[in-house]
């Protein structure tokens, strides 16, 4: 029961560090090119929104 509870853990850290790396590539490159900081935006709410 416990390795279960630490499974589901780790994959929600996964989950949720994925969607921040988009975000946190998306802020980066916000000056540069808002285009794809806002594609990058997108994606994270997207895999978030898949992941429920």
């Known amino acids: ?3 279960l509870f630490v499974e589901s853990q780790n ?4 989950r949720i560090g994925l969607a921040g790396n988009l975000l946190e590539r998306a802020e980066v490159c916000a000056g540069r090119d ?5 594609e990058l935006r997108n994606a ?4 978030l929104g898949v992941v429920r």
């Open 1 to 3: 029961m416990k390795a």
């Open 11 to 14: 994959m929600t850290q996964r």
């Open 34 to 38: 808002p285009q794809r900081a806002a």
């Open 44 to 47: 994270a709410m997207a895999y």
